[in-house]
T-cell receptor, first 114, second 107 residues
Framework: GAVVSQHPSRVICKSGTSVKIECRSLDFQATTMFWYRQFPKQSLMLMATSNEGSKATYEQGVEKDKFLINHASLTLSTLTVTSAHPEDSSFYIC??????????FGDGTRLSIL | DAKTTQPNSMESNEEEPVHLPCNHSTISGTDYIHWYRQLPSQGPEYVIHGLTSNVNNRMASLAIAEDRKSSTLILHRATLRDAAVYYCILNGNDMRFGAGTRLTVKP
């Protein structure tokens, strides 16, 4: 079946570092990818919708200059957390899909900023 | 804002059926009803989806009300591995999650 690969699975880095997370659809072309963050014991919070070849649509309250999203191809979207700080520590998850079909989720990236 | 409402938690005994409800009174005609589940420290996993008719697959069944304002995910025989947070989502143009239902399965 369709698979979404998210990398890295875990990142620990110092405050001020920029971190890039990749989301790849391995056997299908994803016209739309979604990026989420999830805090402990909470639901997934949608951060942005990424459409191939166009600018991402960010949810209210999500800083687009802080969370840079690039969706340069139909199989790859990246999320860069720029100048990360401890409050950015979270579980980041991507999903990919085609039109209204079910989404396929990555295994998530646990980001810890010291 | 999420367009669905679910109970915060439910409990089931192992090997018994589980009915997980979801209300989506503002559903539009083009919205599919999707169910996902999430185990700790993992991304969500697709369970089932439907539009108007009831659906069955190897994981579960989905019963959709005639007016489509509610649906029920049915696990026919709960196992310990079914313990997870279950999310009901209207997959139209966005993928916003509600709080979901945390299912506990007791041996």
């Amino acid at each position: 079946g369709a698979v979404v690969s998210q990398h890295p699975s875990r990142v620990i880095c110092k405050s001020g570092t920029s971190v890039k997370i990749e989301c790849r659809s391995l056997d299908f072309q994803a016209t739309t990818m979604f990026w989420y963050r999830q805090f402990p014991k909470q639901s997934l919070m949608l951060m942005a919708t990424s459409n191939e070849g166009s600018k991402a649509t960010y949810e209210q309250g999500v800083e687009k200059d802080k969370f840079l999203i690039n969706h340069a191809s139909l199989t790859l979207s990246t999320l860069t957390v720029t100048s990360a700080h401890p409050e950015d520590s979270s579980f980041y998850i991507c999903s990919a899909g085609q039109g209204g079909q079910p989404q396929h989720f990555g295994d998530g990236t646990r980001l810890s900023i010291l | 804002d999420a367009k669905t409402t679910q109970p915060n938690s439910m409990e089931s005994n192992e090997e018994e059926p589980v009915h997980l409800p979801c209300n989506h009174s503002t559903i539009s005609g083009t919205d599919y009803i999707h169910w996902y589940r999430q185990l700790p420290s993992q991304g969500p996993e697709y369970v089932i989806h439907g539009l108007t008719s009831n659906v069955n697959n190897r994981m579960a069944s989905l019963a959709i009300a005639e007016d489509r304002k509610s649906s029920t995910l049915i696990l026919h025989r709960a196992t310990l591995r079914d313990a997870a947070v279950y999310y009901c989502i209207l997959n139209g143009n966005d993928m916003r999650f509600g709080a979901g239902t945390r299912l506990t399965v007791k041996p």
